[in-house]
């Protein structure tokens, strides 16, 4: 039988069964619009632990949790329970006017004792990660105004970050794909910096450490040039993810941070990907010992269970709001579904589990397995490098090893890759000629033995086509 809204004809196609045509009623994110009334799309259907299926029942092991952000996987009883409960308690309240519920109190408490060791002592309340970092920085310029410095409102971001695609979020994120077409984009209060990718931009005979100073350096010469008084923040992801999984060089982030600190610039990290367990500890900053003013978290915060997410504020920040409120009143910021009941219900199930598991503790022990089993794969010819940390991993594809050319393929290697391991029932993600794996932190050995089989056969036959 034809599901609704798909038409009964194709099943061929892109990783063969499973994708069917669907009718272009939805103008799909991140997807390309040209074909005309219909396109080919997996659409799936349920999902059950790590794995998820299609209309015509077939089984995907999920390698990207989502995108990066069901952690704990379908079908947890827990959380459905929680979010159900809170259904029938209640549906909806807002938290605006000095009116709040029970829930949300009590979650927003628990999120800052979550961060409490980083300096965290207050939350707002978001429905993701674009508009918690859109947050972020309207926060950023509200510090600089209260504490009497209103020229800083310049943010400086990297290039190939991703950071949403609010307008705000859109512009700090250093993506052409993500402004073309738009005119305006980026908005000109940001400036954009280096990538730290040692391996495809260290210089031959430069170390790790040397490029890292030299990636200072040159957040240092964009600061004096646009005049340090008008700075308000850097924003950065700890592991940069959607640009294609690039962990810092050494030393990177204690020379980026001496750099903020001399110009006493804040640091919003954003943590969407890294938070809650990614990188084998609560956050991220923390395993980079980043000391962020601001942080950005979604996605693993409610397991994707229900849009949901926050920025994070440190106590510098947090005590400058509360004496600008004496000039304005209010806070003058909030959105209609930031901190909606049912979305804290579920982030505090989640909470409480990954707390009850120590989730973190489970990635840490499983990092080595995952990163280093996959590492072995930079032996084969086209692929250049292999690189992650915790459970973020990146597979580049090159032509050539040694001058790191591109696979000058029309359809880019990673995508022909991504399309087979689909075919082998393993989801993953292509950025064109980077792989990208990130699965649930709840994996298992066995999770991981037949995502590496998978992979492994996908490759084999890739080697046949590129
Ligand atoms: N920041 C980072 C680092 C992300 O990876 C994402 C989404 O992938 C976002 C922000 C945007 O979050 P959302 O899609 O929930 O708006």
């Known amino acids: 039988m034809t599901p609704r809204g798909f038409s009964s004809s194709a099943t061929a196609g892109r990783g063969g069964q499973g994708v069917v045509n669907v009718l272009t ?40 949790a989502g995108l990066w952000s069901n952690a704990l996987g379908n079908g947890n009883e827990r959380i459905i329970e929680a979010a159900h409960a809170q259904l029938k308690r209640l549906a909806y309240q807002h938290t605006f006017w000095n009116r709040t519920t029970d829930i949300a109190e009590e979650y927003t408490s628990r ?26 920085v309207k926060l950023a310029w509200y510090y600089w105004n209260a504490i009497g410095q209103p020229s800083r409102k310049t943010v400086i971001a990297r290039k190939q970050a991703y950071h949403g695609v609010t307008i705000t979020a859109s512009s700090m994120s250093g993506m052409e794909t993500i402004h073309k077409g738009y005119g305006p984009l980026p908005l000109p209060w940001v400036r954009h910096v280096s990538t730290p990718h040692y391996w495809k931009y260290g210089l031959p005979g430069e170390s ?8 200072a350096k040159e957040l240092e010469a964009v600061i004096v040039r646009e005049g340090p008084d008008t700075i308000a923040a850097f924003i950065a992801e700890p592991v940069m993810g959607a640009g294609g999984v690039i962990p810092p060089p050494r030393g990177y982030w204690g020379s980026i941070q001496s750099i903020l600190r ?4 804040l640091f919003i990290a954003d ?26 978290v979604a996605k693993a915060m409610s397991s994707s269970y229900y849009p949901l997410g926050a920025a994070l504020i440190t106590e510098k920040v947090a005590d400058a709001i509360k004496n600008q409120a004496n000039k304005f009143g209010v806070f003058g910021h909030g959105y209609t579904y930031g901190g ?62 040694a001058s790191k050319s591109q696979i000058g ?36 050995m066995e999770n991981f033995q037949e995502m590496f089989t ?8 890739f080697d046949e086509i590129v």
């Open 25 to 64: 009623s939805n103008l799909a994110p991140f997807t390309n619009p040209s074909e005309k009334d219909n396109r080919a799309a997996v659409v799936l259907t349920r999902g059950e632990g790590v794995y998820v299926y299609d209309t015509d029942g077939k089984k995907y092991l999920d390698g990207l």
């Open 111 to 136: 999120l800052v004792d979550f961060g409490r060791h980083r300096g965290v002592v207050q939350t707002f309340m978001s429905c993701g990660g674009s508009d918690a970092n859109d947050t972020n």
């Open 208 to 215: 790790e450490e040397e490029y890292s100073a030299r990636l």
């Open 262 to 265: 001399k110009y006493d610039i």
């Open 271 to 296: 943590e969407v990907v890294t938070a809650f367990g990614r990188l084998g500890e609560r956050l991220g900053s923390e395993f980079y010992d980043i000391q962020p003013d601001l942080y950005t």
């Open 340 to 401: 909606h009941p049912v979305a804290c219900a579920i982030g505090l199930e989640c909470l409480n589990i990954y707390e009850e598991m120590q989730i973190w503790d489970h990635v840490k022990r499983m990092t080595p397995t995952f990163q280093l089993t996959l590492k072995q794969l930079e032996t084969h010819p086209l692929v250049g490098e292999v690189r992650g940390e915790g459970f973020m991993l990146a597979i580049e594809f090159v032509a050539d090893k």
């Open 409 to 444: 393929t029309k359809v880019p290697p990673a995508t022909i890759l991504a399309n087979e391991c689909m075919k082998n029932g393993l989801l993953v993600r292509s950025t064109g000629h980077v792989l990208v794996i990130a699965p649930s932190l709840v994996y298992t």
């Open 454 to 461: 998978k992979l492994k056969k996908s490759l084999d036959s």
